[in-house]
């Protein structure tokens, strides 16, 4: 990211801080988030980010496809990465969050970690440098799934009566301050829900890449032979710091996503109070 954004900057002319030219600090904004069709197939316009989910998607069947495709008792270094990989959601969101029920739900959230992962991911790499998740149609997919998932199991479960009681009437509380809560429950439970789970992984992802691509443009709009060479190397040094700290932010945000699918589907297979 910190590249193409330079690179671009310099082929635009010679902006900096205390030129002769009278130009000022090139702000970035929502700009940044905007892409023109690389192509059009039918009516249908490809952009950046929706090829970089395919290729993300396609990473990800792949990669599995070749870790399993032929597994073997003593797995070799592919197979032994898939592994990992499994048995961590498995075993450290799923059944810590849905115990033993949790199992066939195993893969669902094994394929949207990784998917979610790697389009944020996306955003450090050279050439693509930029995180799919930072726009609001793909987690807003992603948590329409989650939430059709949680929707359908509680009703499954618990038929339409006791979906309603589920996800409504919570347990232990006094007749008298029902009529408060029933309301509250409802609202969070089948709005709130997604919405929140949509906008946490967007407002991360876009915020994030909004900072980096702020600090890399004033690495090189600061960078002149006066002061605004220190300010520059400061502000290139928050820039790779940022980008470190992204990478943890990366991963955590696709952990809590896949986490909390899991709490919401544990809910949906409890039993009716």
Same mark, same amino acid.
């Given at each position: 990211?910190v590249?193409a ?10 902006c900096?801080f205390?030129g002769d030219?009278?130009c000022?600090?090139p702000?970035?904004?929502l700009?940044?988030?905007d ?6 197939? $039918? ?5 950046k980010?929706?090829?970089l989910?395919?290729i993300c998607a396609?990473l990800v069947v %792949?990669f599995f496809w070749?870790?399993? &495709?032929?597994?073997k ?6 197979q032994?990465v898939?592994?990992? +990989?499994?048995?961590?959601?498995k075993?450290s969101?799923?059944? =810590?969050t849905?115990?033993k029920?949790? =199992?066939?739900? %195993?893969?669902m959230? %094994? ?6 992962? !790697?389009?944020?991911i ?5 050439f693509?440098q930029?995180p799919?998740?930072?726009? !609001?149609a793909?987690?807003? $997919? ?5 939430w059709i998932?949680y ?8 038929g339409?009566?006791g979906?309603?009681k589920?996800?409504?009437?919570p347990?232990?509380?006094p007749?008298w ?18 919405f929140?789970?949509?906008v946490?992984a967007f407002a991360n992802m876009f &915020?994030g890449?909004l ?5 890399s443009?004033a690495?090189?709009?600061? /960078?002149s032979?006066?002061l605004g &060479? /220190?300010?520059g190397?400061v502000?290139?040094g928050?820039?790779?710091?940022l980008? +470190?700290f992204?990478?943890? %932010?990366?991963? /955590? ?7 909390l699918a899991s709490s919401?589907i544990?809910? &949906? /297979?409890?039993?009716a109070?």
């Amino acid at each position: 990211m910190v590249s193409a954004v330079l690179t671009s900057l310099a082929s635009e002319g010679s902006c900096h801080f205390g030129g002769d030219n009278g130009c000022g600090f090139p702000a970035p904004g929502l700009n940044e988030f905007d892409f023109k069709p690389i192509f059009t197939v $039918g009516s249908v316009d490809f952009t950046k980010p929706m090829l970089l989910a395919m290729i993300c998607a396609l990473l990800v069947v %792949v990669f599995f496809w070749a870790a399993f &495709a032929k597994p073997k008792l003593l797995p070799g270094k592919l197979q032994l990465v898939g592994e990992i +990989g499994y048995d961590f959601v498995k075993r450290s969101i799923v059944l =810590e969050t849905i115990g033993k029920k949790g =199992e066939k739900y %195993v893969p669902m959230m %094994v394929s949207m970690f990784f998917f979610i992962w !790697i389009m944020n991911i996306m955003s450090i790499i050279p050439f693509a440098q930029f995180p799919v998740m930072s726009r !609001i149609a793909f987690p807003v $997919g992603l948590a329409s799934v989650v939430w059709i998932t949680y929707m359908s199991l509680t009703f499954k479960k618990h038929g339409f009566v006791g979906g309603m009681k589920n996800l409504c009437w919570p347990s232990g509380i006094p007749g008298w301050v029902m009529f408060i809560l029933v309301p509250i429950e409802f609202f969070s439970n089948i709005i709130v829900r997604p919405f929140t789970l949509a906008v946490r992984a967007f407002a991360n992802m876009f &915020a994030g890449h909004l900072l980096i691509v702020v600090f890399s443009v004033a690495s090189w709009y600061l /960078l002149s032979p006066t002061l605004g &060479a /220190l300010y520059g190397t400061v502000s290139f040094g928050v820039t790779v710091g940022l980008t +470190g700290f992204e990478l943890l %932010v990366q991963f /955590l945000q696709a952990y809590i996503f896949v986490m909390l699918a899991s709490s919401y589907i544990a809910g &949906a /297979l409890e039993e009716a109070h």
